[in-house]
């Protein structure tokens, strides 16, 4: 089954522990990217990535850190995470040649305290 | 700067009756235009897009849109609201020469009350 997968789907953690949040596509698609949702602002870029080591900012990118060391994988880092990053964060990946449809992982909801 | 409005954060509709959830763009390329709809605690799902084909879309679900070039709108529709249909909806668009964001719309929240 083609998708996006996200873990973990819950964290609860405090100011400063460094994190990661995993995301995975098995699509074959070159383009990924991070979205963060929060209330009456919809959803907005944090980073995205062309292909395998290409990266670029999103809207929102302080405080956030992203690799792509390969095509599937694309972490979210959050090196110390502060109450301000308490969201729902969703993960997308998209093929350039698939009419520009961008699939969504399941979210991770992300409580910082 | 490029932006997407979504007018009525909250729309409430009685079962069976019309739902028509409003986005406008800004924008003077037509761009590609997307609706979404999250379920509670749920991903993003993808109900129907218009990439410059037909301008009136169908999608899942009974939803459908028509891109209006001179309006600069996009608005979701469906003739007869089911329960089910209770969601937040967000519009989503990716203008030209930007393929690598979607720009979303704040959301509206569908309330269906019997």
């Known amino acids: 089954e083609a998708q996006v997968t996200q873990n973990p789907r819950y964290l609860i953690t405090v100011t400063g522990k460094k994190l990661t949040v995993t995301c995975s596509q098995n699509m074959n698609h070159e383009y990924m990217s991070w979205y963060r949702q929060d209330p009456g602002l919809g959803l907005r870029q944090i980073y995205y990535?062309?292909?395998?080591?290409?990266?670029d900012k999103g809207d929102v990118p302080e405080g956030y850190k992203v690799s792509r060391k390969e095509k599937r994988n694309f972490p979210l880092i959050l090196e110390s995470p502060s109450p301000n990053q308490t969201s729902l964060y969703f993960c997308a990946s998209m093929s350039r040649g698939d009419s520009y449809e961008q699939y969504f992982g399941p979210g991770t909801r992300l409580t910082v305290t | 700067a490029q932006s997407v409005t979504q007018l009525g954060s909250h729309v409430s509709v009685s079962e069976g009756a019309l739902v028509l959830l409003r986005c406008n763009y800004s924008?003077?390329?037509?761009?590609?235009l997307f609706w979404y709809v999250q379920y509670p605690n749920q991903g993003l799902q993808l109900l129907l897009k218009?990439?410059?084909?037909?301008?009136l879309v169908k999608g899942i679900n009974g939803f459908e849109a028509e891109f209006k070039k001179s309006e600069t709108s996009f608005h979701l529709t469906k003739p007869s609201a089911h329960m089910s249909d209770a969601a937040e909806y967000f519009c989503a668009v990716m203008f030209s020469g930007g393929y690598n964001k979607l720009i979303f719309g704040a959301g509206t929240r569908l309330a269906v009350h019997p």
């Open positions: 218009y990439t410059s084909a037909a301008t």
């Open positions: 990535s062309m292909n395998v080591e290409v990266t």
């Open positions: 924008s003077s390329v037509p761009p590609y």
